[in-house]
């Protein structure tokens, strides 16, 4: 993976970096492959995962649609 950095600037291409690495998931990665996960451990945490997704997916769904009121935002 590679960062430019512009005028010396190597704080803010730091902070590219990051954000690549955080989009491409591999400090997640990272963190998994810490520790042995079985493969048992690793099929539920999946399902659970994918539950998770499909609840999300459902919520802004209804948002939508209008039968579940839109989250507050902060700040506003």
């Known amino acids: 993976m590679q960062v ?3 005028d010396n600037n ?10 690549k690495l955080q989009r491409e998931g591999v400090f997640r990665e990272m963190k998994l492959r810490n520790y042995y996960e079985k493969p048992s451990e ?4 999946q399902k659970a995962e ?8 459902a ?4 948002q939508r649609e209008g039968s579940l009121p839109m989250p507050a935002r902060a700040g506003r």
């Open 59 to 62: 919520r802004k769904r209804a």
């Open 50 to 57: 994918a539950v998770r997704r499909a609840r999300k997916l």
């Open 10 to 19: 190597v704080d803010q291409a730091l902070r590219a970096l990051k954000k």
């Open 42 to 45: 690793k099929k539920a945490r």
């Open 4 to 6: 430019v950095v512009r």
